[in-house]
């Protein structure tokens, strides 16, 4: 399907003026023979042939021989273009001319030693005259020069002595070191013509569009055709390196500069394509007329270009979700109506303290895994869960509180280090229970009188050490052992009161995407919500997949409102399309009628069944309270790291020992159950036994007292 829009896409490109060879008038300086004056200056090189004497000066023996001397030399010109590339150049020239002349020579003085006299010459003269040359472009703008030089010298002078250079003693007949002087005197028959041959080469810099201002860089040399004085083998030839400057008498009149412009008018045929192909534009045939405004100082060229492009344009997906909720029993079958029963019990339990504070390896770092507050008022023990590793992830602000409420409470702190991965470090152990005394006084005001740090001796191993040969062996190991003077520092957290979550029936939901979309689709997300609460959530790219998910008890406390959960699928696809399906399962919850009180008792090292003194403080103030004629269950746990029967016959003897404390101390008459033995599954609170702490709660006996509900 094509649908025509008009769209204007104006889009005016402005060009610069031009500044080379683009002008409205046709006069160029290519179409005049240009007609120049200017003036040149030189540095100049002299180079003297030479070898002579001066007829009004003699000296003894050998004559002067040839020199160099810089000089300048500054000419005035006039030239003129026969052809583009062949003009005549007239140039009136001024150079000065000096030259220093030197000549030793031996000779015998007084007893016939031999001596050595210098003899120097020093002329000056001026040329005054003219240059007639030819100069060719060869390649523009390089020119070669060649032509003749005339003139005169005039000025001519010239000055001379000879001097006694050695011995460094004595003097010539007239008594000096110096004869034969003379200072200015003329110069005799200097030649009154004076010719040279010129040949050099130049560089054309024109300053100006119209070449009224030319620059030319350019390099002379001059050969002597005769000599300087008549009769005397002397001539002067010369080098000259500079620049001359002409300006054009004819020059054709600044050109106009030219403006270009250019401007689109763009129409667009829409073309509907897949919508997973890719957007393109495919150019029409231009048009363009061209419109010229002259001006005095400006011509403006505008180039109205008009064309037709093509615009494929990918179609918006449409896309749809679907999702269907089914249960899965115990025996795998699904079922497609279902409503999700949750059963529920009023719980009051006391959450054990765990006095242990675990570390990473090779840390003195306190874990992220408690939680540190930066003031002590940001902590509220009742806003915290009623789990016992919810209270473990708090054990330092507990014992913060307490501390601080008990003025004549202490504390002692045992830093240890696993003796494999650790080799028992007493240094490492020491610092990670600083650590733990640092938190304390700085955020809690603990005085540091009131905790004490024990040091080991040799060896900060754990007195008992967990010996299993892995990482969550040596992860035990690494702690800082918590021991007071006041057990009511470790005792359990206060009772409270909560509706906890026995069972959930299914164990487990299928969520299947069918009837989704099964094109376009770039990622999805799936999210079951109990009211506010989110229940779990998952997300994948590519197409939604058929989701499976457990409901362990720790999910069915979420639902225990009893409010249905929403469903909801929400996938996203190319183009940024997007839809979202959504179901509802019904939630029924059931409150049992018995109500439990609860006591965990998390103060069993590795594989023992021995009963500390906290414990045993913790069992006789449980009892006290039991009503006559109540049923009480003691429920042994071991974590399932180890070899299951020897799990379940610790877990046995550790409720044996319980339920013989609790005899110790029971004054009434109660039903007490000390067979109920639970090897294959969490404690209460428990969700994995993936942190040391975990697995050390998990060694636990549980007493529950089970009482009508009121």
Same mark, same amino acid.
């Given at each position: 399907?094509?649908k025509?829009?008009?769209?204007?896409l104006?889009?005016?490109?402005?060009a610069?003026p031009?500044?080379?060879?683009?002008?409205?008038?046709?006069?160029?300086?290519?179409?005049?023979?240009?007609?120049?004056?200017?003036?040149?200056?030189?540095?100049?090189?002299?180079?003297?042939? +030479?070898?002579?004497?001066?007829?009004?000066?003699?000296?003894?023996?050998?004559?002067?021989?040839? &020199?160099?001397? !810089?000089?300048? &030399?500054?000419?005035?010109?006039v030239?003129?273009?026969i052809t583009?590339?062949?003009?005549?150049?007239?140039r009136?020239?001024?150079?000065?001319?000096?030259?220093?002349?030197?000549?030793?020579?031996?000779?015998?003085?007084?007893?016939?030693?031999?001596?050595?006299?210098?003899s120097?010459?020093?002329?000056?003269?001026?040329?005054?005259?003219?240059?007639?040359l030819a #100069?060719?472009?060869?390649?523009?703008?390089?020119?070669?020069?060649?032509?003749?030089?005339?003139?005169?010298?005039?000025?001519?002078?010239? &000055?001379q002595?000879?001097?006694?250079?050695q011995? %460094?003693?004595?003097?010539?007949?007239?008594?000096r070191?110096?004869?034969?002087?003379?200072?200015? *005197? +003329?110069l005799?028959?200097?030649?009154?013509?004076? @010719?040279?041959?010129?040949?050099?080469?130049?560089? #054309?810099?024109? @300053?100006?569009?119209?070449?009224?201002?030319?620059?030319?860089?350019e390099?002379?040399?001059?050969?002597?055709?005769?000599?300087?004085?008549?009769?005397?083998?002397?001539?002067?030839?010369?080098?000259?390196?500079?620049?001359?400057? +002409?300006?054009?008498?004819?020059?054709?009149?600044?050109?106009?500069?030219?403006?270009?412009?250019?401007?689109?008018?763009?129409d667009?045929?829409?073309?509907?394509?897949a919508p997973?192909?890719?957007?393109y534009?495919?150019?029409?045939q231009?048009?363009?007329?061209?419109?010229?405004?002259?001006?005095?100082?400006? *011509?403006?060229?505008?180039?109205?270009?008009?064309?037709?492009?093509?615009?494929?344009?990918?179609?918006p997906?449409?896309?749809?979700?679907?999702?269907?909720?089914? +249960?899965?029993?115990?025996?795998?079958?699904?079922?497609?109506?279902?409503?999700?029963?949750?059963t529920?019990?009023?719980?009051?339990?006391?959450?054990?303290i765990?006095?242990?504070?675990?570390f990473?390896?090779?840390?003195i770092?306190?874990?992220?895994?408690y939680?540190? *507050?930066?003031?002590?008022?940001?902590? #509220?023990?009742?806003?915290?869960?009623?789990r016992t590793?919810?209270?473990h992830r708090?054990?330092?602000?507990?014992?913060g509180?307490?501390?601080?409420l008990?003025?004549?409470?202490?504390?002692?702190?045992?830093?240890?280090?696993?003796?494999?991965?650790?080799?028992?470090?007493?240094?490492?152990?020491?610092?990670?229970?600083?650590?733990?005394?640092d938190?304390l006084t700085?955020?809690?005001?603990?005085? #540091?009188?009131?905790?004490?740090i024990?040091?080991?001796? %040799?060896?900060?191993?754990?007195d008992r050490?967990?010996?299993?040969?892995?990482?969550? %062996?040596?992860?035990?190991?690494?702690r800082?052992?918590?021991?007071?003077?006041?057990?009511?520092l470790?005792?359990?957290?206060?009772?409270?009161?909560?509706?906890?979550?026995?069972?959930v029936?299914?164990?487990?939901?299928?969520?299947?995407?069918? !009837?989704t979309?099964? /094109?376009?689709?770039t990622?999805?997300?799936?999210?079951?919500r109990?009211?506010?609460?989110q229940?779990?959530?998952?997300?994948?790219?590519?197409?939604?997949?058929?989701?499976?998910q457990?409901?362990?008890?720790t999910?069915a406390?979420?639902?225990t409102?009893?409010?249905?959960?929403?469903?909801?699928?929400?996938?996203?696809?190319?183009?940024?399309?997007?839809?979202e399906?959504?179901?509802?399962?019904?939630?029924r919850k059931?409150?049992a009628?018995?109500?439990?009180?609860r006591?965990?008792?998390t103060?069993?090292e590795?594989?023992?069944?021995?009963?500390?003194?906290i414990?045993?403080?913790?069992? /006789?103030?449980?009892?006290?309270?039991v009503?006559?004629?109540?049923? *009480?269950?003691?429920?042994g746990?071991?974590?399932?790291?180890?070899?299951?029967?020897?799990?379940?016959?610790?877990?046995?003897?550790?409720?044996?020992?319980?339920?013989?404390?609790?005899?110790?101390?029971?004054?009434?008459?109660?039903?007490?159950?000390?067979n109920?033995?639970a090897?294959?599954?969490?404690p209460?609170?428990?969700?994995?036994?993936?942190?040391?702490?975990?697995?050390?709660?998990?060694?636990?006996?549980?007493?529950?007292?089970k009482?009508?509900?009121?």
């Amino acid at each position: 399907m094509t649908k025509r829009i008009s769209a204007l896409l104006l889009a005016v490109l402005l060009a610069t003026p031009v500044l080379t060879a683009q002008w409205w008038k046709v006069t160029l300086p290519e179409d005049v023979w240009l007609t120049q004056v200017g003036i040149t200056a030189h540095g100049a090189y002299l180079m003297h042939d +030479a070898r002579f004497s001066l007829p009004q000066a003699p000296m003894c023996c050998e004559p002067y021989q040839s &020199s160099t001397a !810089g000089s300048m &030399s500054v000419s005035a010109f006039v030239r003129q273009e026969i052809t583009k590339h062949v003009r005549l150049n007239i140039r009136g020239s001024y150079v000065p001319m000096a030259g220093t002349f030197t000549q030793d020579q031996s000779i015998f003085v007084t007893g016939a030693i031999r001596g050595l006299t210098r003899s120097t010459l020093e002329t000056s003269m001026t040329f005054v005259g003219g240059e007639i040359l030819a #100069d060719v472009r060869v390649a523009d703008p390089i020119r070669l020069m060649a032509g003749v030089t005339i003139g005169t010298l005039s000025g001519a002078t010239f &000055s001379q002595r000879e001097d006694l250079i050695q011995p %460094g003693t004595g003097t010539f007949e007239n008594g000096r070191r110096t004869r034969n002087e003379s200072r200015g *005197v +003329a110069l005799q028959n200097v030649s009154t013509s004076h @010719m040279g041959a010129t040949f050099g080469v130049g560089y #054309d810099i024109p @300053m100006t569009e119209n070449h009224s201002v030319v620059v030319t860089p350019e390099f002379l040399y001059t050969a002597a055709l005769g000599d300087n004085i008549s009769g005397v083998s002397w001539r002067t030839n010369m080098v000259r390196l500079g620049a001359s400057i +002409a300006f054009s008498l004819n020059a054709p009149q600044p050109p106009t500069p030219v403006e270009r412009r250019r401007e689109e008018i763009v129409d667009s045929l829409i073309v509907r394509i897949a919508p997973d192909a890719e957007e393109y534009r495919t150019k029409g045939q231009e048009r363009i007329v061209l419109d010229t405004v002259v001006d005095a100082d400006l *011509v403006v060229i505008t180039e109205r270009v008009s064309r037709i492009d093509t615009v494929y344009i990918p179609e918006p997906p449409v896309i749809n979700a679907a999702i269907r909720a089914r +249960a899965i029993d115990e025996k795998g079958a699904l079922q497609d109506v279902f409503t999700i029963n949750v059963t529920t019990q009023y719980v009051t339990e006391a959450l054990p303290i765990l006095p242990a504070i675990f570390f990473d390896g090779q840390s003195i770092t306190i874990s992220p895994r408690y939680r540190q *507050v930066s003031k002590s008022s940001e902590f #509220d023990l009742p806003s915290v869960p009623p789990r016992t590793t919810s209270v473990h992830r708090e054990i330092l602000n507990i014992l913060g509180e307490r501390l601080k409420l008990s003025p004549a409470m202490t504390i002692q702190l045992r830093g240890t280090a696993d003796p494999t991965t650790e080799n028992a470090d007493c240094n490492l152990a020491r610092s990670r229970a600083v650590a733990v005394k640092d938190y304390l006084t700085r955020v809690w005001g603990i005085e #540091d009188a009131r905790i004490t740090i024990t040091a080991g001796a %040799g060896s900060c191993a754990p007195d008992r050490v967990t010996r299993r040969m892995s990482e969550e %062996g040596y992860a035990e190991n690494r702690r800082v052992e918590i021991s007071s003077n006041d057990l009511a520092l470790l005792a359990s957290v206060a009772k409270r009161r909560f509706n906890e979550a026995r069972t959930v029936n299914p164990p487990r939901l299928q969520f299947d995407p069918a !009837g989704t979309s099964t /094109k376009f689709i770039t990622d999805w997300t799936l999210e079951a919500r109990s009211g506010q609460t989110q229940l779990f959530s998952k997300s994948g790219k590519g197409l939604p997949e058929v989701v499976t998910q457990d409901l362990p008890l720790t999910t069915a406390e979420l639902m225990t409102s009893g409010m249905p959960v929403d469903v909801e699928l929400k996938v996203k696809g190319i183009r940024r399309s997007s839809a979202e399906a959504t179901t509802k399962i019904n939630v029924r919850k059931d409150t049992a009628n018995i109500e439990l009180e609860r006591l965990t008792l998390t103060l069993f090292e590795v594989a023992s069944d021995e009963i500390s003194a906290i414990a045993e403080e913790q069992i /006789k103030s449980f009892v006290e309270n039991v009503p006559a004629g109540s049923t *009480v269950v003691v429920r042994g746990f071991a974590d399932m790291l180890g070899n299951a029967e020897f799990n379940k016959k610790l877990s046995q003897k550790r409720a044996e020992s319980v339920c013989a404390t609790i005899r110790k101390h029971l004054r009434k008459r109660v039903d007490l159950q000390c067979n109920d033995i639970a090897t294959d599954r969490f404690p209460p609170g428990i969700e994995s036994y993936n942190t040391p702490e975990e697995r050390f709660l998990s060694r636990t006996v549980q007493i529950e007292v089970k009482k009508s509900r009121k």
